[in-house]
């Protein structure tokens, strides 16, 4: 698989388990189980999905962020 495919991949389906966290009969469970482990295993992203020169930790602070 292609890295940007993976990427992708991993975004969308972060994506739908959102939606589903906020569906009636949804399973909060299965939400906290899956999240973070599906969070975690968001690969790097490819070149040229963010601008070039673009900073991740540059811009303004935000409340409750680190001083």
């Known amino acids: 698989m292609e890295p ?7 975004v969308q389906l972060l994506s ?7 569906t009636y009969g949804a399973d909060p469970v299965f939400v906290d189980a ?3 482990s599906l969070a975690v295993s968001l690969p790097e992203p490819p070149p040229g999905v963010f601008p070039p020169g673009y900073g991740p930790t540059d811009g303004p602070r935000y409340p409750g ?3």
């Open 16 to 22: 739908a388990l959102a939606l589903y966290a906020h």
């Open 34 to 36: 899956v999240g973070p």
């Open 65 to 67: 962020g680190q001083c």
């Open 4 to 10: 940007r495919e993976d990427f992708n991949r991993t």
